[in-house]
């Protein structure tokens, strides 16, 4: 679960971080939210096993969304489904 972690990471820092520019391997230059999908296509032409890195992918959109899209929508009424409870 290691390869979902990160990649949800990568994930959520690469949308929250639209602007930065990532420097790959000292050869070419990416923008953060291309991270991820530069990395499952490095996966794939390893032939690595994808199922991990994709769910990671998805399980990081999933927080990005609820976290910072769904509280800015009107219908919510600014509901954060992802809010710790107070009683934490």
Sequence with gaps: MANSLSFAMIYYWGRKSKNTVV???????????YLPWFYLML?????????QDLLGIF???FYFYFKEIHP???KSKGFN???TP???
């Design 59 to 61: 399980v990081g959109h």
């Design 23 to 33: 420097n790959v391997a000292g050869l070419f230059n990416l923008r953060a939210p």
């Design 86 to 88: 107070n009683i934490m």
């Design 81 to 83: 489904l992802l809010k």
């Design 72 to 74: 800015r929508i009107k």
């Design 43 to 51: 996966s794939m032409l390893w032939e690595v096993e994808m199922k």
